[in-house]
């Protein structure tokens, strides 16, 4: 899956991002239609060596702050405890997924916080592992409750495709065959937006994230020995390359 490689320039996108401010051009918010249809901002992050329990404070902070900006419909985060990865410290990452009205909404936000303390103190204490703004691939609303409930498993997933047509059949056979396991209750696909170097955010060629929901974990344990090896993830798998996987709880 070469997670390495791709975690490692995630880390670089997103570290640039983090300094930059997140603040998107008015020229992007004024003049691209795409500005103002809701996103969703998903953040994975590593808590620094000896400073997660600040990492855990400065967010608390953080997102009190967020919560009171107008163009915030939702947030939520995830404790996750499985990944691909197996020099990953998990006790240390959070997933985080804030629901915004627009991009141009999340833009505007970005550029009033990010010069404050509570957010130059948060983004000090972490390290990115993943960053990138969502958007539903088939247009239709996403409620994040959906994904809230205690006691669910939510995977995470970004994943670039090999060619152009890698989340076409093979893509719509892998997630029919979760159909047949108990505990499955659904999938959804979104467009990846990643902010390059002046914080401005750009559809990310041929990139999807997934967010797929189990009712608990452990009938998300008992089929996912079943899954991987299946004909079905295999031929799939062989055409996408996973920039980040992470199978989480909800997290109060």
Known sequence: MNFEKTKQGLVLIAGIAVMAG???KQTFTKTNPQSMKPVY??????SKDGQHQQFLDSREKFVEVLGKESATLNEGKWAPFFTVAPDLPL?????GMTHWNSMAGFGEAAARLMPQPVATDYFSSFNPLAYALLEPVDGQPFDMESIKKTGNVVEFAIRKGKTVDSFGEKREAFFKSLENFDGYEFAREFKVYK??????PNLAENTQAV?????NGEKFQAAA???FPSKPYVEFAEMIEVE?????????
Do not use: D, H, R
Not at 41 to 46: G, P, R, S, T, V
Not at 195 to 200: A, I, K, S
């Open 91 to 95: 006790e240390q990452i959070l997933i």
């Open 211 to 215: 967010i797929i929901v189990w009712e």
């Open 244 to 252: 980040s996987y992470f199978a989480a709880f909800p997290s109060k």
């Open 22 to 24: 997140f603040i998107s």
């Open 41 to 46: 901002e998903l953040a994975i992050n590593q």
């Open 225 to 227: 020995p079943q899954i």
């Open 195 to 200: 902010l390059n170097e002046q914080g401005m």
